[in-house]
């Protein structure tokens, strides 16, 4: 579909086409000058800049992969010194024949300073981001730090920091 002016004209029907090698499929004049990319993973990672020119790519935890991550807001989420990752997504403009990729509803990723993530879901931290997120920002008020998440083609989500409760103690207080 992405290359009918030379699929259409050669191939009638996909069985015709399908199981085919690249240069089967094409001429070599038409490869000539084709750059050649390579996949090596689909999973979405972390990539640590080792310094030198050097990199460690690391895959991010299961709930990660359950859709397609469009943005990331990176910040010390849970004051521990640590950097964590608040990460949306989804992406429903994909072709019927692909269907939507619509699982995701938010993640948060608590960075323990060393590259190794711990999983918080909607259901533990309140910051649940539906539909196709696009975009995650972190804006200071005057009195609170607010998340906003835009989303495509809806309204933008605002998230408050939940007040800690505190920790009552039976001994110390009167109820």
């Keep these: 579909k992405q290359m009918p002016g030379i699929i259409n004209k ?25 750059e050649i990319k390579e996949i090596n993973t689909f999973e979405s990672v972390y990539v640590e800049n080792l310094g030198d020119h050097k990199f460690k790519l690391k895959p991010l935890p299961a709930y990660a992969q359950v859709s397609k991550i469009m943005s990331i807001l990176v910040q010390d989420v849970n004051s521990d010194g640590n950097l964590d990752a608040i990460i949306g997504g989804n992406y429903d403009g994909a ?12 993640l948060t990723l608590l960075g323990d300073g060393k590259g190794n993530f711990k999983t918080s879901i909607p259901t533990q931290n309140g910051l649940l981001i539906d539909g196709d997120c696009r975009d995650i920002k972190s804006v200071k008020t005057e009195t609170e730090n607010l998340i906003l998440a835009s989303r495509n083609n809806n309204s933008i989500q605002i998230f408050k920091p939940l007040k800690k409760a505190r920790k009552r103690h039976l001994n110390s207080c009167q109820e």
């Design 10 to 34: 050669r191939f009638v029907e996909y069985k015709e086409f399908a199981g085919k090698t690249v240069t089967e499929i094409f001429k070599s004049e038409e490869l000539a000058d084709a």
């Design 95 to 106: 072709s019927m024949y692909h269907a939507r990729y619509d699982a995701f509803f938010g």
